[in-house]
């Protein structure tokens, strides 16, 4: 029983001396540790001078091209197609006859209320002279009047349908395919063809709500096309009046001359659009810009150690952001190896000119 006693002891004496062992090597260490990050040498980094520049503020948006006019060619009253007299896919002028419906039932019909309206004439004039000799009463030439005046009507009601039969361009521009040929019965609900006027074309659009004001008036917009490395202009002649509030953006619309036809209609554009030029403006790399939280932030060196300052930015390009506030020309921006980098931390800066 003592033996058991004494080896109990024992190794309860040899867990306790471990344990004291372990605590003052982890001191040490820990001791260790602290004076060599305290003899540790500062951090190489890159960083720049900021100095003030002119900043040219241009975004990049995506617009579509449209038409600057379009239309679908139907004809206003059914009947049969009785000729066509246009060409898919050409120029037309502004009142050439495209297509004609037979009006033959709709003549017949004139002349039937042209008879009418003679008759009726004659009748008002009859009983104007029989009022006059006091032979009538005024009722009853006020009902030959009616009668004229609705057979008269009736007539300009014949002509103006028979004057739909015949369908012009309403201005100049190609037209598409059709879908009709002589002798198909047509309604105004079939389409016969698309009229497009592009030797000019629209590029509309959107640009945030904040930068709204900076638009200027009749500026000149750069854009591209897909497929294509050439650099097409045109001129900003409407903005919407307001924003639209599901997506906070401003719609507006440019126009571009279309003379070598190469630009068609429906296609995306991706539009380079110059806001107001900047002098004397904040200009860093992005690179050097670290999101966080509550907004963005930079490192400066300062007395050769790291300063975190927080800074409003806004308009990126694809190598450049300008910041609004927090940075001043002759500060020195840390603009590598940023995210390793805490408040304070001990820095030595290799500035690129």
Do not use: W
Not at 53 to 60: A, E, I, K, P
Not at 98 to 120: G, P
Not at 146 to 172: D, G, H, M, N
Not at 209 to 219: I, R
């Amino acid at each position: 029983m003592k033996i058991k006693n004494l080896i109990y002891a024992l190794l309860i004496i040899g867990l306790g001396s471990f344990v004291t062992y372990r605590v003052m090597e982890n001191k040490n260490d820990s001791e260790n540790s602290k004076n060599k990050s305290n003899t540790k040498g500062p951090v190489n980094v890159d960083g720049i001078i900021i100095q003030p520049q002119t900043f040219d503020n241009n975004l990049s948006l995506s617009g579509s091209i449209e038409a600057n006019e379009q239309v679908e060619i139907r004809s206003e009253v059914s009947g049969i197609v009785e000729s066509i007299n246009f060409k898919e896919g050409s120029q037309v002028t502004k009142g050439q006859l495209l297509f004609k419906v037979n009006d033959s039932e709709l003549r017949a019909q004139l002349s039937q209320t042209t008879t009418k309206e003679t008759l009726a004439a004659e009748n008002e004039r009859r009983a104007k002279l029989l009022l006059e000799k006091e032979a009538i009463s005024q009722e009853e030439y006020d009902v030959a009047r009616a009668e004229y005046a609705s057979a008269k009507a009736q007539s300009q009601l014949i002509k103006a349908q028979l004057a739909k039969t015949v369908v012009r361009a309403p201005f100049s521009g190609k037209i598409g395919l059709r879908s009709i040929s002589v002798g198909t019965y047509i309604t105004p609900a079939v389409l016969v063809a698309k009229l497009v006027n592009t030797a000019k074309l629209k590029i509309t659009f959107s640009i945030p709500e904040k930068y709204a004001s900076q638009v200027q008036s009749d500026a000149v917009i750069d854009f591209t096309v897909s497929g294509s490395d050439k650099v097409y202009k045109a001129a900003i002649y409407a903005v919407e009046p307001e924003v639209e509030v599901a997506t906070r953006t401003l719609q507006i619309r440019a126009i571009a001359d279309n003379a070598d036809g190469k630009l068609f209609p429906g296609t995306f554009a991706d539009v380079k659009l110059p806001l107001a030029i900047i002098k004397d403006a904040i200009v860093v790399p992005s690179e050097s810009i670290i999101p966080v939280q509550e907004g963005k932030k930079v490192y400066i060196s300062n007395m050769g150690k790291a300063k975190e300052v927080m800074v409003e930015a806004t308009t990126r390009t694809a190598a450049e952001i300008l910041i609004l506030s927090g940075l001043k020309a002759g500060d020195t921006l840390i603009t590598s190896g940023v995210m390793s980098l805490k408040d304070g931390t001990p820095v030595k800066v290799k500035v690129k000119l």
